[in-house]
């Protein structure tokens, strides 16, 4: 939706279009240049 840019980043700023719950989903996290399931 938007971008900021700071000092050598820019930052990305987008709008949730979904949503799961549930206990056998896995979370992702993004971490060293890549998403990573948990």
Sequence with gaps: IDTKDLATHRVLFGKVTGLR?????RPLIYHGRGYRAL
């Design 21 to 25: 719950i549930g206990d056998n989903l």
